[in-house]
């Protein structure tokens, strides 16, 4: 089954063990070798920005563009295996020549530094996707770690991004945003956005995760969530279980229509015991899946094809 996954920290890992790691074949849970193995067609690589961790360092816009550096560089070095993609046709055309294609995104909108300018010229640079908030209040909006977030709308420049991102052709990616920024999204966006790693909070009851209503309304705009594989996300338990997975799938099946459902599995950002250890076992999950009687394109739609929709809706 070919794969899609719109979430994973491995670049911001090979940039911080900059002489022990490369993207060809590391000791993380993705690779190329492991993409190979999983019969990807795409991976979402994100720019990962931890602003506490950067404060006495560099600027966020400094500490990103270093950071995608490196991500191009591994790109040109492995260019036999792996290609950037911009929009869909780039994914159809390193499909048809055997590669894998390498879609950029920044997990922080503070890398923006709160001037349209740097998400222009971020998208020269090939980027595509915009979390716009992580674990902290930014120049874009507030996250949804905290009550007194959650209600907390988009900024007056917030708004102008969603519009700009609108008009470049990139994907807007509500994960981490609080729950009032996301309305605001779902109101201002004329496109499809996404959560590219969140799950249901129906099922489990974590901020991070989307209420029934928010993924009725994402299912409306056209959108789609990745299910996030970190054990916190799923359930109770300290492993990440596929189990806790299908209950998410089925209840968002359920509620927002298999058209909705997409992989985040957020590999790289997460520290959790996993049943699924590394994106090479993702075949667990689709053995899973039809065990529980979904249908071959029903998987197809989880897998890739949501995904691959929205690619060809959105990106320019």
């Given at each position: 089954?070919?794969l899609i996954d ?29 993409l ?10 994100a ?16 500490h ?12 040109d ?30 997990e ?35 996250p ?13 420049f ?9 008009h ?31 799950n ?26 990745g ?7 799923l ?32 590999f790289?950002?997460?520290?959790c ?18 065990k529980?009687?979904?249908?071959f394109?029903?998987?197809e ?16």
């Amino acid at each position: 089954m070919k794969l899609i996954d719109l979430h994973c920290d491995t670049i911001y890992r090979i940039f911080n063990n900059e002489i022990l790691s490369n993207l060809r074949k590391n000791q993380f849970q993705v690779d190329i070798e492991k993409l190979k193995r999983a019969d990807s067609i795409a991976q979402f690589f994100a720019l990962f920005l931890d602003l506490e961790e950067i404060d006495k360092k560099a600027s966020p816009l400094e500490h990103c563009l270093a950071m995608l550096d490196r991500f191009y560089q591994e790109i040109d070095r492995n260019k036999d295996q792996i290609a950037i993609a911009k929009n869909y046709q780039d994914l159809i055309t390193n499909k048809k020549n055997n590669k894998i294609s390498a879609f950029l995104s920044i997990e922080e909108g503070e890398a923006l530094e709160g001037t349209l300018a740097n998400l222009r010229n971020f998208y020269r640079l090939g980027v595509r996707l915009i979390t716009l908030t992580w674990n902290y209040p930014n120049s874009i909006g507030y996250p949804n770690c905290k009550k007194e977030y959650m209600n907390k709308g988009l900024s007056t420049f917030g708004k102008k991004v969603i519009s700009e991102m609108n008009h470049l052709g990139m994907l807007i990616d509500v994960s981490h945003l609080s729950d009032g920024g996301f309305y605001d999204v779902a109101k201002l966006s004329s496109q499809p956005f996404i959560a590219s790693h969140s799950n249901s909070r129906s099922i489990r009851d974590h901020s991070r995760n989307l209420s029934d209503d928010m993924i009725k309304v994402l299912a409306n705009k056209g959108g789609i969530m990745g299910i996030n594989f970190a054990a916190d996300f799923l359930g109770s338990s300290e492993i990440s279980r596929i189990n806790d997975m299908i209950k998410h799938i089925s209840h968002i099946k359920k509620v927002g229509g298999i058209d909705v459902i997409a992989i985040g599995s957020d590999f790289d950002g997460i520290d959790c015991r996993l049943e699924i250890n590394n994106i090479a076992k993702i075949a667990r999950l689709t053995d899973a899946l039809k065990k529980a009687n979904f249908t071959f394109d029903e998987i197809e739609k989880i897998c890739y094809k949501n995904a691959q929709r929205v690619i060809k809706e959105v990106l320019k």
